[in-house]
């Protein structure tokens, strides 16, 4: 995709998400493959477009890397509860580096197929997409307000 047609995704995506949840509020539409919200220092809910997959994900990415290493092990303790709050099975990977993880991220995929994504496509993947980020942020809450504390700072309705 073009960078002018990401920030027609990202918009009309961002537009239908503020009127679900507030997690992304504020967020500017970009011109790159993904829109971000960040919940907590080197913490952000994602949605990615790709030519291949879409998803929406929570994503590590502290530079201190024993950071990331410490809060994804404590959510993967409790991944059957989360996975089970979620409705299905996430996808949990990490970029293993000593003395932590550069990045992980929890969340989940779709794939694209073959084609080229088309504007017909963009109201069924933007549902999903904003579906998917509601349940994820909302089975993920518990534990990352355990983990964090008042470091979490999702944005929430009034």
Same mark, same amino acid.
């Given at each position: 995709?073009?960078?002018?047609?990401?920030?027609?995704?990202?918009?009309?995506?961002?537009?239908?998400?503020?009127?679900?949840?507030?997690?992304?509020?504020?967020?500017?539409?970009?011109?790159?493959?993904?829109?971000?919200?960040?919940?907590?220092?080197?913490?952000?809910?994602?949605?990615?477009?790709?030519?291949?997959?879409?998803?929406?994900?929570?994503?590590?990415?502290?530079?201190?890397?024993?950071?990331?290493?410490? *809060?994804?092990? #404590? !959510?993967?303790?409790?991944?059957?509860?989360?996975?089970? +709050?979620?409705?299905? /099975?996430? $996808?949990?990977?990490?970029?293993?580096?000593?003395?932590?993880?550069?990045?992980?991220?929890?969340?989940?995929?779709?794939?694209?197929?073959?084609?080229?994504?088309?504007?017909?496509?963009?109201?069924?993947?933007?549902?999903?997409?904003?579906?998917?980020?509601?349940? *994820?942020?909302? #089975? !993920?809450?518990?534990?990352?307000?355990?983990?964090?504390? +008042?470091?979490?700072? /999702?944005? $929430?309705?009034?």
């Amino acid at each position: 995709m073009e960078r002018q047609e990401y920030k027609r995704f990202w918009q009309q995506l961002l537009a239908q998400a503020s009127a679900q949840t507030d997690l992304h509020a504020g967020v500017a539409p970009g011109t790159q493959a993904t829109s971000t919200a960040v919940v907590a220092a080197g913490i952000a809910l994602v949605y990615e477009l790709h030519d291949r997959e879409r998803s929406a994900r929570l994503v590590f990415n502290h530079p201190e890397r024993a950071v990331n290493k410490t *809060l994804y092990d #404590a !959510l993967a303790r409790q991944r059957e509860a989360i996975d089970t +709050a979620f409705g299905e /099975p996430l $996808r949990w990977s990490h970029e293993a580096q000593e003395p932590g993880y550069k990045s992980a991220s929890i969340g989940r995929s779709w794939e694209n197929g073959d084609e080229v994504i088309q504007g017909e496509q963009w109201p069924s993947y933007q549902r999903e997409l904003i579906e998917a980020m509601i349940k *994820l942020e909302a #089975a !993920l809450r518990p534990h990352l307000t355990r983990q964090l504390g +008042a470091k979490y700072r /999702p944005k $929430r309705r009034r």
